[in-house]
Every structure is written in C-alpha cells, then in structure tokens.
C-alpha cells in the first residue's frame, strides 16, 4: 500500500542496536557493566529533529503534547497526554478528537507553553510544535527530551506527523493509519467522481482566504484525482491573504470546500450567498460546494483530522 504524494520517514534510531555491537565484540562479555548499557539502551530511542538528534524512551509514558497534530498523532496510535495545547481561539483541546480529548490537562495556548503547569505534568518526552522559538526550546527541554518536527520538508504534511510517532516508538501504527487514508482517496481516484480542480477556502469574517492546496486537505484532494487552482499553489504559505468578493473567481473550480471557522465565518458566508460575485461562481452554479468544519480542514492535520476530511470528500461525491 503507497503513502500519499511526498509522505516519507524519517527512520527511528534505537540506541540499543550499537550496544549490542559492543556487547558482541567485547572481549569476555557478560560483564556487568555491558549488560546494565545493553538495558539503558534498549530503553531509549534516537529521534531526528528541528533540534538535532534528541534521545527519548521507548515506550514514553507521560506524554505533553504542545501541537494540535502531536495531540492527534498521539491519539491515534492509543497515547493519551498528560497536558495538551488549547485549541486555536479556544480554551480546551480541539472538538474534532470529542471525548478522547475532553479531559486532557490544558498546558498551553497555542502561542504560548505553561512551563509551570507542564513541569507539574512531569512528562517523559514533550512533543512541541514546528517552529518553536529557541527560547521556549531551552525552557521545555531543560524539562523534559523535547521533539521539534524539522519545518524543511517541502511542504510534506505528513513529515511532522511521523516525528511526532517515532517519538512515542509507534511509526508502524501510525504509517497503517495514513496508508487506509491513502486508501479511500484513492478509491475515490479510481472511480473519477472527483476529476477536475477543487478549492478549498477559508471563510472568516473579513473575507475568504485560499487555503494551499500542499495541506493536508489539499494534498488528500488531489490524491482523490482534484487538481488545484493555480492561485493555491502557495509555496510556505499556509494561505492567501483575505480576498474581496470582486476577486473570487481568481479561485473558482469544478468544486468548493468551504470552511467556515466559529460563529462569525459561518455569518460571513451566509451573507456571502447574497452576493453576485458568489453566486456566479461556476461550482455554485452547479451546486458542488460543500461547506466543512474549518477548525478541521483550515487549522488541523493528523490521521484523525485525515479521516474526518475523508468523511466529507466522500460524502460531495456521493
């Protein structure tokens, strides 16, 4: 089974594989130094990142996660937190992951660590957003082996995500997890319901934004045979800037994804279908606009969140 477009890993480096080389070639071996490495060893893992190599256990028991893709990834292969980041504009962990994520100690804003609350936490391992500052990196690390995903992968969603799964010494789990997405967006490809382009825009109070199509939900459209607009080719941008209505058709395709993100997105686009300039839209004309829950499709990534857009992808073409 093939991963999505660009999806590679980065391999876990168990610390145990050069014990054991010593263990081997020492001479009269048995000692009990060797053996007390050999199980130090075996109990620890080398993970790469932002950071440079950063040794974690194993198996991590205690687990704060300061991302909401790390809380996702985290989730998805069984490991529930000790402490978590709110979501964007909330004070608790994202509705999406329902009640599995409900009772997690909230640790963090999504701008900024309670060093305090996640020293009280007492984790083994902290998995930190991509593009941690330097300052909050030193503070979190001095607490606990802090994993920082290396943002210098292409724009390749799924990168972050097996950082974060080798961290907690579950890559494999994680790698069936994004291979059955890859299955239904492919299923989708076979059967040709979704040939054409597809958009995916951001509906915010002052106006639509143009989601790249390298995220997740743009990635997981194309692997299900959409194309997109050229404007969505966005490089490290995560997105346009806020377009006027009078701009829209610069975005126009055969399909619209719509995410209305909290009460005042959802106001803004229902005002928005009064509009010429929306209405004329070719995909509206012809009614394949579905409207998504943008804390989903606009701000999130992991397997979890990848089957929830799934969910939708396959429910506009139904």
Request: hydrophobic share 45%; with cysteine.
């Amino acid at each position: 089974m093939t991963h999505l477009p660009g999806g590679r890993r980065r391999a876990v480096l168990p610390t145990a594989t050069l014990a054991t080389a010593l263990l081997l070639t020492a001479c009269g071996g048995g000692s009990s130094e060797a053996t007390d490495t050999s199980e130090a060893a075996a109990e620890e893992s080398t993970v790469g990142t932002a950071f440079g190599d950063v040794t974690v256990p194993a198996d991590p028991e205690r687990v704060v996660t300061l991302a909401e893709s790390a809380l996702d990834v985290s989730l998805a292969v069984g490991v529930t937190p000790v402490g978590t980041t709110a979501s964007r504009g909330g004070d608790t962990a994202p509705a999406y992951l329902g009640e599995d994520a409900a009772d997690i100690p909230i640790v963090a804003t999504v701008s900024e660590p309670n060093l305090e609350a996640i020293l009280e936490a007492q984790p083994d391992v902290i998995l930190a957003s991509a593009g941690l500052a330097q300052d909050q990196y030193d503070a979190l690390t001095a607490i606990a082996p802090t994993v920082v995903p290396d943002t210098a992968t292409g724009g390749d969603w799924q990168e972050p995500l097996h950082t974060y799964a080798e961290a907690l010494g579950a890559d494999d789990e994680l790698t069936a997890a994004l291979d059955d997405v890859t299955s239904r967006a492919e299923a989708i490809a076979e059967e040709g319901s979704l040939d054409g382009t597809a958009t995916v825009l951001r509906w915010m109070a002052n106006g639509p934004v143009l989601m790249n199509a390298a995220l997740m939900p743009g990635s997981l459209l194309q692997s299900a045979g959409a194309g997109p607009v050229e404007a969505a080719q966005l490089g490290d941008r995560p997105h346009s800037d806020p377009l006027s209505l009078e701009n829209l058709a610069q975005v126009d395709a055969d399909r619209l994804f719509l995410a209305a993100f909290g009460a005042d997105g959802t106001g803004a686009l229902e005002a928005a279908r009064s509009q010429p300039a929306f209405t004329q839209l070719e995909a509206v004309q012809e009614g394949a606009t579905t409207e998504v829950n943008g804390s989903v499709w606009s701000s999130a990534s992991g397997p979890i969140a990848a089957d929830l857009v799934m969910d939708d992808i396959e429910a506009a073409v139904s």
